[in-house]
């Protein structure tokens, strides 16, 4: 048994809940009042613009995200294959 | 090959989604590479028990319909570098999850995990007999309360009869969960004793974890208990409930009536 446990309390938790909660609902209220997650959308479009360009290996590509409450991030990252013989002459 | 493990229980709101968490962060916490699926479409939780709620990019039905790769909707947790997290989807429902989808997507995870816990969604239809049609094993979690009861006896029935191990001739390998253990509402008599819900159910005891504030904070906070607070009653209960998984033969101590310490000699009765 935890010492501290029992002479103080740990330091509450419900402030989390609440700032992580704000965040995810704001976000998934956006979906379905059909706004669609932003973040998702350009997800897509990117993959799909870089598609017109180059045969894109799945597995090759990495995609993450984390949505914030002020700001979110998206991350594609894609290996490019290098073609030697195509070199311009 | 890994072992496929479905976390079910029929009722709602016993502790599914808590346990599958909790269960998978302890096995992971011993160097197992675990991943937790949830099969919960329309209704996902798990990625908040886990705190990942932010970082879903694809989930288990973009996999199906093959809009994403399997590696590409797995997300690692932060931090335990071999606990993995499949998200259900929140928009759809659960008719995008078909019988062919979720063998391919099982199929492929037991190759690279060697724990598979699949967490069920509550009820008996169609979520909850595909979260438990490939499993191994099977942890059936149960209140000690008389419908939590009734309907793990259901759940033990589809078990079974539905999932391939039973369609096989095989037997499914079924352990009871006891959840939300409340030790003064045991020791008033006012809850159905554990030697009860084990008579009734006849299969045998993973763990008896505690109610306890612990479990609430841990969600709060987003992570699985045995990650917030390893040293928690509930935490250890899981701990010592996956090294029983892992085939460990320990005793299994009724939350209350473990031997007290130091501090709960003075504190005496009030704990008990
Ligand atoms: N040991 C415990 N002590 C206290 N609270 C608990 C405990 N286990 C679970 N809970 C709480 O009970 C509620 C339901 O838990 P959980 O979501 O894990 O259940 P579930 O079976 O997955 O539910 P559903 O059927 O809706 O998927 C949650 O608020 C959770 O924090
Ligand atoms: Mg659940």
Known sequence: MNLFRIFSRPPSSAPAARERLQVLLAHERAVVGGDSDLVAKLRDEILRVIQKHMKIDQEKVSVTMERGDQMSTLAVDIEIPFKPGKKAA | ?272
């Open chain 2, 1 to 272: 090959m890994g072992k496929v493990i479905v976390v079910t229980s029929g009722k709602g709101g016993v502790g599914k989604t808590t346990s599958s968490a909790a269960l998978g962060a302890a096995l992971a916490q011993g160097g197992e590479k675990v991943v937790v699926v949830d099969f919960d479409v329309g209704l996902r939780n798990l990625d908040l028990v886990m705190g990942a709620e932010r970082r879903v990019v694809y989930d288990i039905v973009n996999v199906i319909q093959g809009d994403a790769k399997l590696t590409q909707a797995l997300i690692r947790d932060k931090r335990l570098e071999t606990l993995y997290l499949l998200p259900a989807s929140q928009t759809r429902d659960k008719d995008h999850l078909t019988p062919e989808g979720v063998e391919k997507v099982i199929a492929a995870l037991k190759k690279s995990f060697d724990w598979v816990i699949c967490d069920s969604p509550a009820g008996i239809e169609r979520g909850a007999t595909l979260a438990m049609r490939h499993a191994d094993v099977a942890i059936v979690v149960t209140n000690p309360e008389v419908s939590s009861v009734r309907d793990s006896d259901r759940i033990i029935g589809l078990l079974d009869s539905k999932t391939l191990k039973a369609e096989a001739g095989e037997r499914m390998e079924k352990h009871l969960l006891l959840t939300r253990y409340d030790p003064a509402r045991a020791a008033r008599g006012d809850m159905l004793k554990v030697d009860d819900v084990l008579e009734i159910l006849s299969i045998p005891l993973l763990g008896i974890i505690p109610e306890s504030m612990d479990v609430l904070r841990a969600s709060n906070v987003g992570a699985p208990v045995t990650i917030a607070d390893g040293s928690s009653a509930p935490s250890r209960a899981y701990f010592d409930a996956a090294r029983r998984l892992k085939g460990e033969e320990l005793e299994v101590t009724v939350p209350g009536n473990e031997k007290r310490g130091f501090f709960g000699k003075i504190f005496g009765r009030k704990a008990a």
